[in-house]
């Protein structure tokens, strides 16, 4: 069974900085494509960042761009989202998912909440 388990969040002022974490187990991720999504409250959830798990190719939304990191550790099957410069305006629940080919997300974990004030 699969299962993408998220921690990290929590409250934080705006500028400072957190690291979500993605533990995931129950199958083989090294051809997939391990995406962060975001839902803030009255929004449609959006694309935040994305890793290729081999190779490591990321893509980032605009609004992170520069601000943002995400990266895996292939040894604890882990995928994360260093968030830096965080704005108010990054305030959601934030989504770990698994994708077999591009933007074709599988899995999902429960969420995160981020929640930064200004």
């Known amino acids: 069974q699969v299962q993408l388990v998220e921690s990290g969040g929590g409250l934080v002022q705006a500028g400072g900085s957190l690291r979500l974490s993605c533990a995931a187990s129950g199958r083989t991720f090294s051809r997939y494509y391990m995406g962060w999504f975001r839902q803030a409250p009255g929004k449609e959830r959006e694309f935040v960042a994305a890793i290729k798990w081999s190779g490591g190719s990321t893509y980032y939304a605009d609004s992170v761009k520069g601000r943002f990191t995400i990266s895996r550790d292939n040894a604890k099957n882990t995928v994360y989202l260093q968030m830096n410069s965080l704005k108010p305006e990054d305030t959601a629940v934030y989504y770990c998912?698994?994708?077999?080919?591009?933007?074709?997300?599988?899995?999902w974990g429960q969420g995160t909440q981020v929640t930064v004030s200004s």
């Open positions: 998912a698994a994708a077999p080919s591009w933007n074709k997300y599988d899995y």
